[in-house]
């Protein structure tokens, strides 16, 4: 089955800097790739996806970049703000004749520090 | 809000016992997922229905088991409950098999 691998655990940067999140994942033939944002107590929210098809998607603040060759994708967040942190999950996900079958990563901590 | 709706919010009961956790989906949603959260741990896929239908399995017990009614909403049954099945039970919602998933607030469970 599918293998997602996602680091670091935690991360803790400065306010106004960038965070990187990087996965990986071993099935070659996964072609969707959300992240989601949970808050402590709360649900997980999409915060951006990206496709097979797609090599880099931004919106705003963050970007996804996906390289399909290395089998890995990564969550990029800049000009970090106190309410950026949560904890992070990246997912891979396989979907064909019918199903989707979703993996997720271990999650990201990410502390910004004021 | 995501417009997934489930209930119970919390439930505590003892080793044992069975409960049914119930997820109303997004209005137009089709597909229907099931996740399980451990304390300090990531998500769980359990298992997806479609119209349904069941689509996909996941790491799920023999315990549990689940089913999407005609109307589209979900219910996930646990049974023979033990002390590790304490966790967060999250649903989640797509129109279709490829969209992205709404998640709804969860179901905190609790076994004493």
């Known amino acids: 089955g599918e293998n997602v691998e996602q680091h670091p655990s935690t991360l803790s940067v400065q306010e106004g800097d960038s965070a990187v999140i990087k996965c990986t994942y071993s099935?070659?033939?996964?072609?969707?790739f959300p992240w989601y944002k949970q808050e402590l107590g709360k649900r997980p929210q999409l915060i951006i996806d990206i496709r097979s098809n797609v090599g880099e998607k931004k919106d705003q603040r963050i970007a996804v970049t996906l390289n399909k060759t290395a089998k890995h994708f990564s969550l990029h967040i800049t000009e970090t703000q106190p309410e950026d942190s949560a904890v992070y999950f990246c997912a891979a996900t396989r979907g064909s004749g019918g199903y989707q079958k979703v993996t997720f990563g271990i999650g990201t901590k990410l502390q910004v520090i004021p | 809000d995501s417009g997934v709706t489930q209930t119970p919010k919390h439930l505590i009961t003892a080793t044992g016992q069975r409960v049914t956790l119930r997820c109303s989906p997004r209005?137009?949603?089709?597909?229907v997922y099931w996740y399980q959260q451990s304390l300090d741990q990531g998500l769980q896929f359990l298992i997806q229905?479609?119209?349904?239908?069941?689509?996909a399995k996941g790491n799920i017990l023999e315990r549990f088991s689940a089913q999407q009614f005609p109307d589209l909403h979900s219910e996930l049954n646990l049974s023979s409950l033990e002390l590790g099945d304490s966790a967060l039970y999250f649903c989640?919602?797509?129109?279709?098999?490829?969209?992205?998933?709404?998640f709804g607030d969860g179901t905190r469970l609790s076994i004493l």
């Open positions: 229905y479609y119209n349904g239908e069941e689509r």
């Open positions: 209005s137009g949603d089709l597909s």
């Open positions: 099935d070659s033939a996964s072609n969707y």
């Open positions: 989640a919602s797509s129109p279709s098999l490829d969209q992205p998933q709404h």
